[in-house]
């Protein structure tokens, strides 16, 4: 057995090479794939102890996590839930590990706990995934994951007493809960999604084959009623409502992560519940949308179909067809439609609708007339933001209402939680965090570069305001880190982020690209960065490094990349087709061998974004940029750091051992190729202890790769 003081790691390499559509494909660390395996386990204590002494000996590592409590310790708070007189909210005080669920019973009364982690596991790894109230708001389900898994296993607790009354149900990860109103004489319940007990699935399919069940409060959840996904693909997710009268049942299945869903209507006045008729509102469209039946009786329909900025329909829920969709507000030419909401209460001379958009990932709302969706004349047709920022979850009263809450964050800004009175446009402080912070003076800007192909891309960054000239440029190159993620759709809007400002504080540049592939510019933005275009991704973020460099900000000697998950694939791939831009990366929860993906954590749940090995040209796509397949030895790397999660079941910590040991063995540069490992913890949600020890790390690491004094 090597010793971990040795200077290389216990890492033979195989001679394996296989034929994969007629083209071989070597594979000599496959062995890294099973944790369980001797050699694994040699392998990985080498590096716990080689990543543990070089942690210790990187300058100002505890006065980064101290400023890193610090920025953390404004604690949190989110927007009310109204359920009658009860207010439901999540706030996670100073000092806290986890947000708490709270309740207030009356206007007037004191709040009190009703879901508190650490209670549950002193620990800190046991995370409140989600929650919902009943129509009532006398149970609320709630689902908590332990050790990082993201399982989610599901209870009913009475919000009068706190007692638990029903539960576990387990397999309920990513599950929505969508309650029916309380009839007399009837059990309580409501629709949500299960996966099938793994005994019933084939070995390699048990985190999949989900089902949407109806569920009575109290009752044995082997005996739940299956109600919709028998025949449809195995990797589907499914999103369930129902209205607050009871009457409508929406359901929508997506295969895996795919840009599109189906949506199916059911009208339980006019069938049992545990068999509801449902009929297609929207299938087999390339397209998404979510539906909702409003309080007008008119169906809602939000989509991107034949309008990839999105767009608001509504129709008739008897006669659904996508031929009888009206459009109430219709795609705009230069913002994203991203969220709506209705206020009706009698209070107002006219309903109202109000919109939530983006440009460039910068939020704004505007004011429409809810009948026919036009925007009211000026003032009157904006709510004023309190910055230039981001804008999250519009709220309102279920019950109908003239009141609007909603998040706002910046760079510089925790998440505050603003009111909005559509009586007057008048907009007020409705919950601040906690706790108090002092925040360095920084600027932050929205750039535009040109990618390879002469694409516009932006860029957002933060920089300290002292750094700048008189005329708002760098007075000298700096370290910088170089964000990004680029997939799914998933848009990178400014928000205050601890790890950032620590950064900059300490004299460095943040900077966040908005690379093709994420959702910042709408869908087609999207489908410019996923399967056979991926390549699109990567070549944005080289050219969002040059551009830095260009234009003064840094050097490629002071640049380090940061990505994770599937910005993890990001840098990955950008530290094997461009080693000479950066001098550190760090890269977290990674896919990195893009030919084994899918047989592996949630990889069969990933293959519309990527493409799958199955297909010949596909595979092609994907051997093409496959960080693990570019290695070559001899290159001249920069120093890496990968960070894993050992309770991941999203993303196999096996993507991060097999680069690493590849890179360890090939890399000629002399800088450090290094792997965090962390148990009991996962993919997502983690504890502001360990949140504030993984940022110290790569903070850390980045500052000696890129030469930024912390002293």
């Not at 879901?115 to 709630?142: F, I, M, N, Q």
């Not at 050790?147 to 607790?157: F, H, I, K, T």
């Not at 370290?479 to 990178?492: C, E, K, Q």
């Not at 092609?620 to 050992?646: C, I, K, M, N, Q």
């Amino acid at each position: 057995m090597s010793s971990p003081h040795s200077s290389s790691p216990p890492a033979p390499r195989l001679d394996l090479v296989e034929q994969l559509h007629g083209v071989p494909v070597a594979d000599p660390y496959r062995w890294l794939e099973d944790p369980e395996d001797p050699r694994t386990r040699e392998w990985s204590a080498w590096q716990d102890a080689r990543w543990q002494r070089h942690a210790e000996a990187l300058p100002g590592r505890e006065r980064l996590e101290r400023r890193v409590r610090e920025l953390l310790a404004t604690g949190a708070v989110g927007a009310p839930v109204h359920r009658g007189e009860r207010v439901f909210r999540s706030r996670r005080d100073p000092g806290a590990e986890h947000a708490v669920l709270r309740v207030t019973d009356a206007p007037g009364t004191a709040e009190r706990v009703l879901v508190d982690p650490v209670a549950l596991d002193p620990s800190g790894t046991t995370t409140l995934d989600s929650w919902r109230p009943s129509v009532e708001g006398d149970l609320l389900a709630y689902q908590v994951s332990e050790g990082g898994s993201e399982e989610s296993v599901l209870r009913v607790l009475d919000v009068a007493t706190g007692e638990v009354v029903d539960g576990p149900l387990d397999r309920a990860r990513y599950s929505p809960v969508a309650w029916l109103p309380a009839r007399a004489g009837e059990p309580r319940a409501f629709y949500y999604v299960r996966r099938l007990p793994p005994e019933d699935l084939p070995e390699g399919e048990r985190q999949y084959h989900r089902r949407v069940y109806l569920h009575r409060v109290g009752t044995d959840p082997a005996g739940d009623v299956e109600v919709f996904g028998a025949g449809m693909s195995m990797t589907n997710y499914y999103g369930v409502w129902t209205s607050r009268d009871g009457r409508w049942l929406v359901v929508s299945a997506s295969d895996g992560t795919a840009p599109r869903d189906d949506v199916w209507i059911a009208d339980l006045s006019a069938c049992d519940p545990a068999a509801p008729r449902l009929r297609e509102v929207v299938t087999g469209r390339d397209a998404q949308t979510s539906a909702w039946v409003g309080r007008d009786g008119r169906l809602y329909l939000l989509t991107d179909l034949d309008a990839p900025r999105g767009r608001l329909a509504v129709a008739d829920p008897a006669d659904p067809g996508v031929e009888r969709w009206r459009d109430l507000v219709p795609q705009a030419e230069d913002a994203l439609l991203e969220d709506v909401a209705v206020l009706d209460g009698e209070e107002l001379a006219e309903p109202l609708l109000v919109v939530g958009w983006t440009r460039h990932a910068v939020s704004s709302l505007s004011v429409h007339e809810l009948a026919g969706g036009r925007r009211r004349d000026g003032a009157a047709g904006t709510v004023e933001l309190p910055g230039t920022g981001s804008v999250g979850g519009l709220v309102t009263r279920p019950d109908g209402g003239h009141e609007l809450w909603f998040g706002y964050t910046d760079a510089t800004t925790p998440t505050h939680v603003h009111r909005w009175d559509a009586r007057d446009g008048s907009v007020s402080l409705d919950a601040a965090p906690p706790g108090a912070v002092r925040v360095p003076a920084v600027t932050s800007r929205l750039l535009e570069y040109r990618s390879g192909d002469g694409t516009a891309v932006r860029l957002q960054l933060t920089v300290r305001t002292d750094a700048l000239d008189e005329e708002g440029r760098p007075r000298t190159p700096a370290p910088a880190i170089l964000y990004g993620y680029g997939g799914f759709g998933i848009s990178l809007s400014p928000h205050y982020a601890p790890d950032a400002l620590a950064w900059v504080e300490a004299g460095g540049v943040y900077a966040v690209a908005n690379l093709r592939g994420g959702g910042e510019e709408g869908e087609d933005w999207h489908r410019a960065g996923m399967r056979g275009r991926k390549q699109n991704v990567f070549d944005d973020f080289h050219a969002a490094a040059r551009f830095l460099v260009e234009q003064g900000w840094t050097t490629h000697e002071q640049l380090c990349v940061h990505g994770g998950s599937n910005g993890g694939l990001l840098v990955g791939a950008a530290l094997t087709q461009q080693p000479q831009l950066f001098a550190g990366v760090v890269c977290s929860a990674p896919l990195l061998d893009m030919v084994r993906y899918e047989q592996h954590g949630l990889g069969a749940t990933w293959n519309d974004e990527y493409g799958t090995a199955a297909d010949p040209e596909e595979f092609g796509w994907l051997l093409s940029y496959s960080p693990y397949h570019r290695v070559v030895e001899g290159t001249a790397y920069p120093a890496v750091l990968f960070t894993v999660f050992d309770g991941d079941s999203r993303v196999d910590p096996l993507h991060a051992r097999k680069l690493c040991a590849a890179l360890q063995h090939a890399t000629s540069s002399g800088r450090p190729v290094l792997l965090r490992r962390e148990g009991d913890v996962g993919h997502g949600a983690r504890s502001v202890s360990r949140s504030a020890g993984l940022v110290r790390d790569t903070l850390a690491f980045a500052a000696a790769a890129t030469g930024l004094d912390l002293s």
